[in-house]
């Protein structure tokens, strides 16, 4: 079985600090993630992904996030924070090795505030 | 590109009535499409996940008789939602994906307000 666990419901930064979303899943092999965000009023956009290779992955909008396997983390990050980036974050996990289908389990969402 | 649209946005109908939705790959070619219900503050509850040509398969406890899915086409899926009642109230998510890996990061459609009456 596939988790994910978005341990904050809410994130506050100030614009321009630097932020992070946290996100640790559970899988038994080895995981692809995802990053979606979710606009007020807007479907889910696709931010970025970690299939294999280099742990830090590069998205859009300056997103990044680091893929750690000892932490069995995903930690969504961006530099300098926009008022513009508040939104809900949401991480997703596959397993791979789980079925012939591509199910993808989601966390339940990290609601980002920048605060001017 | 990779834009996913639903129709309609919202609807409100009342008990007992049948409700259609669709969801449409715009600009690519869809070979799987999902379904999912969100409610507020939870996350995406995968409803089933749909193959073109080819029967949905559903999450345990969706009743596949209520939430009829069919793919006929590449670029389109719909959702009915049968002799609706007002727990089936809720926000539905589409979403589709380019090609089977399972890498692929899935296209979301701006989702259906549906509210029974």
Same mark, same amino acid.
């Given at each position: ?18 932020l ?41 909008y ?16 961006k530099?300098?924070a926009l008022v513009s980036d508040s939104a ?24 980002l505030?920048v605060?001017? | ?38 409610? *507020?503050?939870? #996350? ?8 073109? +040509?080819?029967? &949905?398969?559903? $999450? !345990? ?24 009642? *007002?727990?089936? #109230? ?8 380019? +090609?089977?890996? &399972?890498?692929? $990061? !899935? ?11």
């Amino acid at each position: 079985a596939q988790s994910v666990a978005q341990p904050e419901d809410q994130v506050n930064v100030a614009e321009g600090n630097p932020l992070t979303v946290k996100c640790t899943y559970s899988v038994s092999g080895n995981p692809y993630l995802f990053w979606y965000v979710q606009y007020p009023n807007r479907g889910l956009q696709f931010l970025l992904k970690y299939i294999t290779g280099d742990n830090l992955v590069k998205g859009s909008y300056g997103f990044e996030a680091e893929f750690n396997k000892s932490q069995t983390s995903f930690h969504l990050k961006k530099p300098s924070a926009l008022v513009s980036d508040s939104a809900l974050y949401f991480c997703a996990v596959r397993d791979p090795t789980s079925g012939g289908y591509q199910k993808v389990t989601f966390g339940i969402g990290t609601k980002l505030q920048v605060i001017p | 590109g990779a834009v996913v649209s639903q129709h309609p946005s919202w609807v409100i109908c009342k008990s007992g009535t049948s409700v259609k939705i669709e969801c449409r790959s715009l600009d690519f070619q869809a070979t799987t499409m999902f379904w999912y219900r969100q409610f *507020p503050k939870q #996350s995406l509850m995968l409803m089933a996940t749909s193959n073109e +040509g080819s029967k &949905a398969t559903y $999450e !345990q406890g969706v009743e596949k008789d209520k939430f009829l899915i069919n793919h006929a086409s590449l670029t389109l899926s719909t959702l009915t939602v049968t002799s609706a009642h *007002p727990e089936d #109230s809720s926000f539905y998510i589409c979403s589709a994906t380019a +090609g089977l890996a &399972a890498y692929n $990061e !899935q296209f979301f459609g701006p989702g259906t307000r549906l509210t029974v009456l």
